[in-house]
C-alpha cells in the first residue's frame, strides 16, 4: 500500500480487525482531572488490549491484508525485527490466524519479550544486538524462505490499523479538544492523526508527548525535516526508535504540538497511574501522561484524552525506587 | 444496631451510600477464564473504589448512619484504630461529609498509610505497635472527646456497607455459581454472604480464600467456634486480623468453605493479576484469585466471580523479586 489511508480505508481496517481485538475501556479518573484541572481526562486504555499494546491492531491488520493480496503467505509466513510490543503482536497474529512468523530478536533481548513471543508460537531468531546484525540476518531469512516483512510502524498498513484506537474513542466520545499520544516510530501517532481528522466532529487538537532523551520526532517537527533517532537510552524503551518516513509525512502535516518530557516526569507520571487509577502501564504510557502534567495550563477546563499505548513492563524492575 | 442486617437493611444501605462510591467495574479475563477452566471468571474490581478499597462502603455507612442516629457526633466526630485500608475509607468518609476524624495508628505505620489518612484530613494519634496501647490510647481519646468508635469489622452498620459489593455483583450479573471472597476480619465475607442469601437467584456458593499463616477463619469455621488470631506475619497484610464475632456468626451459618493457600501461591496470583490483567491488587486481593487457581477443578465449566478486595499496595516493595 502506497498512499496515506484515506477514511474508507480506516472505516474497512477498523471491520477487518474489530473481532480480534478488544474494544478497550476509556476511563476516567477525578484525580487526574483535578490535578490536571481539566473539565474531563479520559484514558484509552490500550495496556488491556490484547498483547498488552495498541500494536496487534496494526499486526493483525497486516497480516490479514497481505494474506488477501497473496495468499501464498500463508504458508511463506511474515517475519519483523522488534524486541518490544510489536513482536509479540505480530507473534499472537500469526498464532490466531495460523500463519508462521519469525521475530528476529537481539540476543540480549529481556525475557518477558521473549517469552511472549514463544508463548504465541513465534520463531525467534537471535542477531548481534546492532542495526548491521539484525538487517542481515532479517534480509538473509527473508530471501531464504520468501517471508514478508512487516515493519513494526513505517507501513501504511501498520499506520492505518493503529489509527483505530482513536477512531474508538471518538466513536464512544465526541466532545473532546485534545488527543495525546507518545511518539516513538509514529506508528500510534500518525494512525492517530488520521483517526482525528476524519472522525472528529469539532476542533479537536492532537498532541505527542516525546521523552527530550528521545527526541527526534520533536526535532523532525520542528525543523520540518526527518531526523535521525538519539541513543536509545530513555525509560521509555517502546519510544526508542527513530520516527518512520511515512510516520513523519502525516505528522508533519497535521500534528498540533510536541510536549518534551525528562525522565523523572515520566516516572513519576507512570507511579501516579500506578498509585491513582491502580492500572499497570509501561512508561511509554506515562509520557503522554507526563506531557499532560507537564503543561496543565495549556489543557485546563478541556477534554482532553489521553493514550495509554501499553502495559509490558519488567514488575520485577519498577522504576519507582527513588519516587 | 444489634441485629443481622436483613434483605430490606442492605437495600436502604446500598441507596444510602450508592452516591458516594463508585459502581465498580465486573472484568473478564480470557487467560484467567481458559487459565481456571472455567464458563466464566469475573472480577469485582474494588481496587479501583474510592480510597483503593472495599472499605468505604461500610466507613461512610456508619458514619452517616450514626450522624442519623445522633447528630450531636457531627461535632464529637469518629475514630478507629487501624493501620489500613479502614483508617483511610474512615478519614475519606469524614472529609465528604465534613465530620471530625481520628485514627490512632502503630507508630511503625507505613508511610503510604499514613498519607492517606493525612490526605484526607484524618487526624492521626500514634501509639505503641501492640494491643494494649492501641486500644488505651482509643479508650482515652473517646472519653475526652465523645467521639463514636467505628470497628473495621466486627459492627454489623459495617457488614451491610460492605455487603453492597456482592449485592451490586449480581444485579449484573444473575447467573454465577461461586462468589469467592478473601477472609480476614470478616467484614467483607460476612457482608457477601448476607448479599448472596438475599439476592442470589440460584445456588450460589461463597467460598473464602484466606493464607495458611492466617488460617483463624479457618480453624473457627472448622471447629465451629472463634479461635484467635495467629501471629500477623502473611504477606497479605489486610487479612492479618483476627476474625470478629458478629462476623463468625455469619460465616458459620452461610458459608460454604475456605480455601487455604500459601504465601507463594499468593505472590504468584498477585503476580499473574499485575501482568496479565494490567491490574494493581494487594496482596489480600490476591489470596482469592489464589484460592481459586489452587482449586481449578472445582471451578470447572463454572461462573466464577472473584471478589479484588483492594489495591493499595506499597509499589516501591512489591513481592516480586522471587517469581
Redesign the interface.
Known amino acids: 500500500m502506497n498512499i496515506i489511508p484515506d477514511k474508507n480505508f480506516v472505516l474497512k481496517v477498523y471491520h477487518n480487525i474489530k473481532n480480534y481485538i478488544h474494544r478497550t475501556?476509556i476511563l476516567t479518573s477525578d484525580y487526574f482531572t483535578k490535578f490536571i484541572g481539566a473539565k474531563n481526562v479520559y484514558f484509552k486504555c490500550e495496556?488491556?488490549q490484547k498483547t498488552?499494546s495498541f500494536k496487534i491492531r496494526g499486526a493483525i491488520n497486516a497480516v490479514s491484508m497481505h494474506l488477501d493480496d497473496d495468499p501464498s503467505l500463508s504458508k511463506k509466513g511474515f517475519i519483523t525485527h522488534s524486541s518490544g510490543n510489536h513482536a509479540g503482536a505480530l507473534a499472537y497474529a500469526g498464532k490466531i490466524l495460523g500463519i508462521p512468523i519469525t521475530v528476529v530478536m537481539p540476543k540480549d533481548s529481556k525475557k518477558a519479550k521473549i517469552d511472549a513471543v514463544r508463548s504465541y508460537g513465534g520463531e525467534i531468531v537471535f542477531c548481534e544486538p546492532d542495526l548491521a546484525s539484525r538487517e542481515a540476518t532479517t534480509n538473509k531469512i527473508i530471501q531464504e524462505k520468501e517471508m514478508k516483512l512487516i515493519h513494526p510502524y513505517d507501513d501504511y498498513l501498520i499506520i492505518a490499523g493503529q489509527s483505530t484506537v482513536v477512531y474508538e474513542l471518538l466513536y464512544d466520545i465526541d466532545d473532546i479538544d485534545y488527543v495525546v499520544s507518545p511518539v516513538g516510530g509514529g506508528g500510534l501517532l500518525s494512525g492517530s492523526l488520521l483517526a482525528a481528522k476524519y472522525f472528529s466532529k469539532g476542533n479537536l487538537k492532537v498532541i505527542a508527548g516525546e521523552p527530550e532523551l528521545a527526541k527526534d520526532a520533536y526535532l523532525s517537527f520542528k525543523n520540518n525535516k526527518l531526523m535521525k533517532p538519539l541513543p536509545p537510552i530513555t525509560v521509555a524503551d517502546g519510544l526508542r526508535t527513530g520516527l518512520g518516513k511515512r510516520n513523519f509525512e502525516i505528522i508533519q502535516k497535521n500534528l498540533h504540538d510536541i510536549i518534551l518530557v525528562e525522565e523523572e516526569e515520566i516516572i513519576k507520571a507512570m507511579?501516579r497511574i500506578?498509585?491513582r487509577?491502580?492500572?499497570?502501564?509501561e512508561p511509554s504510557s506515562a509520557t503522554a501522561v507526563a506531557a499532560v502534567i507537564k503543561e496543565k495550563e495549556r489543557f485546563k477546563n478541556k477534554n482532553v484524552a489521553i493514550i495509554i499505548s501499553g502495559?509490558n513492563v519488567d514488575?520485577?524492575d519498577?522504576p519507582?525506587?527513588n519516587?
Open positions: 475501556p495496556n488491556v498488552g507511579f500506578f498509585e487509577m491502580k492500572l499497570v502501564v502495559g514488575l520485577q519498577l519507582f525506587k519516587i
